[in-house]
């Protein structure tokens, strides 16, 4: 595939993914922020800094290209998410990963500040992840260098992990692409969501 139809195909799935988040309610206003691989150019694309899903389109507006470093490959372009340093380290431990999405999913939130680990609570997750989520207490609005290692200890733990929620932030999930990572964060919201129920319903 030319390397403009594969980045128009990799602009139509982010903004679906978006489009998707947004409206399923995982993530709201101008927060959270996606990414996808550019495997041909050796790049990403992420979601440009202080823009909502919502205003994302298919044919590329919201989105900025950058190296895996997180500096733009056009310099006249907006400013990557905040989050440029989260979804670069992501790539650079497996080039499987084709998709990252961060959200700031309320229920999984609600659930992490009071749990170190959300268990698989459903048949469903069990066979669909296979593994529970962890949660990472990273004191910030944003993963920062220093943090790096720690996102990397729990990858190394458990190689086949597709998500982790940072306490008091959101669920970071990926995927083979953004869709697949989506889809991910959508399943551990309603993951959360059961287990907040269950819990007031066995009190």
Not at 84 to 109: E, F, N, R, T
Request: charged share 20%.
């Amino acid at each position: 595939m030319e390397a403009g139809m594969e980045r128009k195909k990799i602009y139509g799935l982010l903004n679906t993914a978006a489009q998707r988040a947004y409206a399923r309610g995982i993530q709201s206003g101008s927060g959270g922020n996606l990414s996808a691989r550019d495997a041909q150019s050796g790049q990403m694309i992420v979601k440009a800094s202080g823009g909502s899903f919502a205003d994302c389109n298919a044919e590329g507006e919201g989105f900025v290209i950058t190296d895996f470093s997180g500096k733009r490959i056009n310099e006249s372009d907006p400013k990557p998410t905040r989050e440029v340093v989260l979804h670069g380290m992501l790539y650079a431990l497996s080039d499987k990963v084709g998709g990252v999405m961060h959200c700031h999913s309320p229920w999984a939130i609600a659930y992490a500040y009071n749990h170190d680990v959300l268990p698989m609570t459903t048949l469903h997750v069990k066979l669909k992840l296979g593994h529970d989520i962890p949660i990472l207490n990273v004191d910030s609005p944003m993963l920062l260098e220093e943090h790096v290692p720690l996102v990397r200890a729990l990858f190394e733990k458990n190689p086949k992990l597709t998500a982790f929620i940072l306490r008091g932030h959101g669920v970071v999930a990926i995927g083979a692409d953004i869709l697949e990572a989506e889809h991910t964060a959508e399943l551990i919201e309603e993951t959360a969501q059961i287990a907040v129920l269950r819990e007031l319903l066995e009190k």
